[in-house]
């Protein structure tokens, strides 16, 4: 039985794990096209992508998605930062318009920070996930990544592309603003996608819970909700790290309320 827990000031359960050696499944794509605008892009100041690959391409019955990795196309190494990277299971395979963005309350987040891209090991860019994703071995899968860098590179510092069955790629860009999930606002169709590369670990021992809703507040009090992973999943959800004896917690499987006194 695997305990979670939370800091005091997230209701978001933060689940500790033994580091994993991934499993890097073979590449989908082999294109040797090339595009600055994605996975994110190094000539403007800020984008958006969304990319769908599906179940059959993944290659496996279900897994933990614990990394993934792309083709760089450059002699010269950068640092992108500030790089934020989502995922989602999903039904369709290809984009209808250029605002079928998959929605923000569809993706998890599962990282954030700097990528380095050189042209070492085979020219792959690995980004290793903050919080790994469980792909349940039927959706397809989109790669979301948002690009909050506020600088650029130069439209040399390119990826290999291949191309897809359909649209299969929606991507936005600009000198501006930074984008938000929630409303990232019109973007462009493609069918050149990335070559990527998906790592898989071991199913976690404790699973992250989602659509947590916060129910109830008041003073002294707030209760929260939020769809298991399984129907025999007890997992512990604790309201501080340490749940001392000014928080009293009780467990009903899917739904908890959280008391001071």
């Known amino acids: 039985q695997s305990i979670c827990s939370s800091t005091t000031n997230s209701a978001t359960p933060v689940c500790v794990t033994t580091p994993i050696e991934p499993n890097c499944g073979p590449i989908v794509g082999n294109g040797t096209n090339s595009t600055y605008l994605i996975p994110f892009n190094t000539f403007y100041n800020y984008s958006y992508s969304q990319q769908i690959y599906t179940a059959s391409e993944l290659g496996v019955s279900a897994g933990t998605i614990v990394a993934l990795a792309f083709h760089y196309f450059y002699s ?7 790089i934020t990277v989502y995922m989602a299971n999903v039904s369709q395979s290809n984009f209808t318009s250029t605002s ?5 309350s569809e993706l998890t987040q599962v990282f954030h920070g700097n990528v380095y891209c050189s042209n070492v090991d085979s020219n792959l860019v690995t980004i290793d996930f903050n919080e790994a994703f469980e792909w349940d071995g039927h ?10 860098r506020g600088s650029y590179e130069g439209s040399e510092e390119r990826f290999y592309t291949h191309t897809s069955s359909g649209n ?11 984008y938000s999930i929630q409303a990232p606002g ?11 590369k998906f790592c898989f670990g071991p199913e976690p021992t404790c699973y992250r819970p989602t659509h947590l809703t916060i129910l109830n507040t008041s003073d002294v009090s707030a209760s929260f909700s939020w769809q298991r992973h399984s129907s025999t999943d007890n997992s512990f959800f604790i309201g ?21 006194y």
């Open 76 to 82: 010269t190494p950068i640092t992108q930062n500030n």
């Open 100 to 104: 079928d963005w998959i929605p923000a």
């Open 139 to 148: 959706s397809n899968v989109v790669v979301a990544i948002v690009n909050d």
């Open 168 to 178: 299969t790629v929606l991507y936005a860009y600009n000198d501006n603003n930074a």
């Open 186 to 196: 019109a973007g462009t169709l493609s069918a050149e996608r990335n070559n990527m």
């Open 240 to 260: 501080t790290s340490s749940c001392d004896s000014r928080v009293f917690c009780r467990l009903y499987h899917d739904f908890i309320t959280i008391s001071h």
